[in-house]
Nanobody
Framework: QVQLVESGGGLVQPGGSLTLSCAAS????????LGWYRQAPGKQRELVAE???????RVVDSVKDRFTISRDNAKNTVYLQMNSLKPEDTAVYYC?????????WGQGTQVTVSS
C-alpha cells in the first residue's frame, strides 16, 4: 500500500513563495507518474502540474512560469515550487501518484495567499 504525505503549506502574502513536498512510501515511486492537484472552496479539484517517469513536466496555463514540479526518486519525494503566488492560488493542494491503473492521493495541505 502506498501512502503519500504532503507538507509545506501555509499562509503567504501575495507575491510570495512556497515549496510543497510530498513523500511517498512503498517501492513504486520511480515508476509512477506524479501530479499536484488543488481544490478551492466550492470548486472541483483540478490538475496543477504533472511529471512523468522520464522527468518531463507539464503545468496548467494558470500557473505557467510561476510553478515548477520536480521529483527526487532517491527520496521518494515530489515537489511543487510556487512563486509569485496570487490570492486565486488559495486551495488545498494534493499530490497524486499513478502507476498503470492504480492511483493514490495524499491528505492535502492548505495554501492560503492573503495579505
Amino acid at each position: 500500500q502506498v501512502q503519500l504525505v504532503e507538507s509545506g503549506g501555509g499562509l503567504v502574502q501575495p507575491g510570495g513563495s512556497l515549496t510543497l513536498s510530498c513523500a511517498a512510501s512503498g517501492s513504486i515511486f520511480s515508476r509512477s507518474v506524479l501530479g499536484w492537484y488543488r481544490q478551492a472552496p466550492g470548486k472541483q479539484r483540478e490538475l496543477v502540474a504533472e511529471i512523468n517517469t522520464g522527468g518531463s513536466t507539464r503545468v496548467v496555463d494558470s500557473v505557467k512560469d510561476r510553478f515548477t514540479i520536480s521529483r527526487d526518486n532517491a527520496k521518494n519525494t515530489v515537489y511543487l515550487q510556487m512563486n509569485s503566488l496570487k490570492p486565486e492560488d488559495t486551495a488545498v493542494y494534493y499530490c497524486r501518484l499513478q502507476l498503470d491503473f492504480r492511483a493514490y492521493w495524499g491528505q492535502g495541505t492548505q495554501v492560503t495567499v492573503s495579505s
